[in-house]
């Protein structure tokens, strides 16, 4: 199976041995199914089958099909379809003591057009499909007979659909011509409500039928249903139904009302599954490492745990098995250029868009005094982020410190200044580095010299240069590991001045 | 309109009728070859997809030719949890060579008719039967035997 926004192909093959005698559909089945989206408004589905079956009764079943639909929007709700519809089907009876045996078979082809439309909360269908029906046996002594019969028919629907219950009108009309020259008619004209809440009634729910079936065999049936849902505790409720059906007939002749009453409960029971982890790999667009409402999935990511690798959805979720103590990591190189796993956990798991960011140092003139010069070279400048942690810069110049890799995110910048030939302050406040996408950030320091205090004589001065007055942080930069892999091993690091504590 | 274009329209609108009638009229009825009109006990049993037996009535109400219709009442009963259905419907079914019967029954609970193909031996009809959706299906044997007038 494949599945994507614009396609979806399907292909099913299935062989159970015991077939349909074993409660399989068939012994041999395959199956197509393909749906592509041709444009904003046009799709085209189509499927094929074939089976192929044996029973206590039957030594042979086959059957093989397909059907084409292009289906084309004519606005937003309203679809028109033609279809195309081929059926063909194959039996092999076994021979018993009162039966020789033998084989018969069908083959329908039909073409129709559909028409489709709602408008809030009412809905029309309508379709019409012409065709014929060949059929064939050959049974005991007889030679094969071959029949060949055109077959039409037209059915509408039409109703409104809500909250309060669903209420239809149904019209159908069947024609087929036998070789009798019977044009065997069928017309059916019915109504029927389902899950209709009942006012004044404390949640009563009504539903019911009403069919008019004309023109079979000269004669006409109707048949009725009704019946009504009262809520129980508990989710428990108490049905009653009544049906008569003027088909159906007593020995008598009479044609009875048939009636029925049973309490039901409906109850989800939980899919049975294979221990494991499920969760989101989301796109962690504001650095908070927490998932938000407005935060996509990320389709494709490839999650790891131990030996057991999963691969999220078109909706970014995954379920992968393993040892449920050991966290999952993300695989980087399953994701775009330029994303980043934030870390290794148990549910969902954040990703961002790393940005290069640039800090540009100036170093102010002392005032009054010629410009100083000062290597900025052994500036360390670091970023903590929300949570913390803390990412290193590299000096790529003179005067830049570049971090080459940031997750979205707003950072909090440090400088630890102190390996300077001068000693030097940034001048405050200093402004948060904010990185919100694939653009590079630059923001630019100015440091400002400690200003030179002149010895005014008095005794315990010194004259010299202090530092003791700098409120210079230093913060310690390490090189730990960014993911804490379940084998053991350390997951590489995006840039190796990157520190994530 | 002209005159032509007005004889035009009278020929397609005659044409149209005579093709409306055609389909929705049927052939008046042609002498039975059958001579199954009348009542049939129905017993069967359904071996796929869930083993059920069937017991009830077909009921063969017109004929023409070698083509019948009627109705068809069976109750299904589950050969393992006991548990009956009624299913009911028409039927409507030809006589193929000699001794062949075809027809299918389109019962209510169904969404395809189960085709019927037995032999009819003087008064009794034994054969298989088959229903399918979409590569599902079911089958099963079935014997009819006329009642006793």
């Known amino acids: 199976m494949r599945t994507g926004p614009e396609s979806n192909e399907e292909l099913r093959v299935t062989h159970a041995p015991g077939g349909s005698d074993a409660f399989a559909r068939a012994t041999n089945e395959i199956l197509a199914n393909v749906s592509e989206r041709l444009s904003s408004r046009a799709n085209v589905s189509a499927s094929a089958w074939r089976t192929t079956d044996a029973t206590s009764v039957f030594s042979g079943l086959q059957s093989n099909g397909f059907s084409l639909r292009p289906q084309y929007a004519i606005r937003s709700g309203t679809t028109i379809a033609i279809e195309a519809r081929s059926y063909t089907f194959d039996a092999t009876s076994r021979a018993t003591a009162s039966n020789s045996g033998g084989g018969f078979g069908s083959r329908d082809d039909q073409l129709g057009i559909s028409f489709s439309t709602y408008l809030r909360q009412y809905y029309f269908n309508s379709s019409a499909f012409l065709g014929n029906t060949t059929?064939?046996?050959s049974l005991g002594t007889s030679s094969t007979v071959t029949d060949r019969s055109p077959r039409n028919y037209w059915t509408t629907n039409a109703g409104w659909s809500g909250v309060g219950g669903i209420i239809e009108v149904q019209a159908r009309i069947d024609q087929t011509r036998d070789r009798g020259g019977f044009v065997n008619q069928q017309n059916m004209f019915g109504i029927r409500a389902e899950q209709l809440v009942l006012p004044g009634l404390g949640g009563i729910r009504g539903e019911?039928?009403?069919?008019?079936?004309?023109?079979?065999?000269?004669?006409n049936a109707t048949i009725m249903r009704a019946g009504i849902a009262i809520p129980l505790m508990s989710g428990f409720a108490f049905k009653i139904d009544a049906e008569r059906n003027s088909i159906f007939r007593s020995v008598s002749g009479r044609v009875p009302w048939i009636l029925g009453a049973r309490f039901?409960?409906?109850l989800t029971v939980p899919m049975l599954r294979t221990p494991g982890t499920s969760g989101y790999v989301y796109e962690d667009l504001n650095g908070n490492q927490r998932r938000d409402p407005n935060e996509p999935g990320m389709p494709g990511a490839i999650v790891r745990r131990g030996g057991e690798t999963a691969v999220a959805d078109a909706s970014g979720k995954y379920r992968v098995g393993g040892d449920a103590k050991q966290p999952i990591s993300i695989d980087e190189a399953s994701l775009p250029d330029g994303w980043s796993a934030s870390g290794a956990g148990r549910g969902d798991l954040s990703v961002s868009l790393s940005t290069a960011a640039e800090?540009?140092?100036?170093?102010?003139?002392?005032?009054?005094?010629?410009?100083?010069?000062?290597?900025?070279?052994?500036?360390?400048v670091v970023a903590r982020d929300s949570v913390g942690a803390e990412w290193a810069a590299i000096m790529t110049g003179?005067?830049?410190?570049t971090f080459q890799a940031l997750p979205v995110g707003s950072y909090k910048l440090e400088f630890d200044l102190s390996e300077l030939s001068e000693p030097l302050v940034p001048r405050g406040p200093i402004p948060l580095l904010i990185v919100t996408g694939k653009d590079s950030k630059s923001i630019t320091i100015t440091l400002d010299p400690r200003p030179i205090r002149m010895w005014n004589g008095s005794p315990g001065r010194s004259g010299a240069q202090k530092n003791d007055s700098l409120p210079v942080k230093k913060t310690p930069v390490t090189t730990p590991k960014?993911?804490?892999s379940p084998s053991g091993d350390e997951t590489p690091v995006a840039t190796p001045n990157q520190n994530h504590s | 309109m002209s005159r032509s274009q007005k004889s035009?329209?009278?020929i397609f609108a005659l044409v149209g009728v005579l093709s409306l009638s055609a389909c929705l009229k049927?052939?008046?009825?042609?002498?039975?070859?059958?001579?199954?009109?009348?009542?049939?006990?129905y017993t069967g049993v359904q071996t796929v997809p869930v083993q059920e037996t069937l017991t009830g009535t077909l009921i063969i109400s017109r004929e023409s030719g070698t083509s019948f219709q009627g109705q068809l009442n069976l109750v299904g009963v589950n050969s393992q949890t006991q548990q009956q259905r009624i299913l009911s419907g028409s039927v409507s079914g030809s006589e193929s060579g000699t001794d062949v019967i075809d027809f299918d029954a389109n019962l209510a609970a169904e969404t395809t008719p189960r085709r019927h193909v037995g032999q009819i031996v003087a008064d009794t009809i034994t054969g298989t039967w088959v229903s399918s959706a979409d590569g599902a299906m079911a089958s099963g044997t079935f014997r009819v035997e006329r009642e006793p007038k």
């Open chain 1, 135 to 137: 059929r064939s046996v």
């Open chain 1, 208 to 219: 019911g039928d009403l069919q008019r079936v004309s023109s079979f065999g000269g004669e």
């Open chain 1, 264 to 266: 039901e409960h409906a």
């Open chain 1, 359 to 380: 800090v540009e140092l100036v170093v102010a003139p002392r005032s009054g005094i010629s410009p100083i010069q000062v290597d900025l070279s052994k500036a360390h």
């Open chain 1, 398 to 401: 003179p005067t830049t410190a």
């Open chain 1, 482 to 484: 960014k993911n804490d």
């Open chain 2, 8 to 10: 035009g329209a009278r």
């Open chain 2, 26 to 41: 049927s052939t008046e009825p042609q002498p039975s070859l059958l001579q199954l009109n009348g009542s049939w006990n």
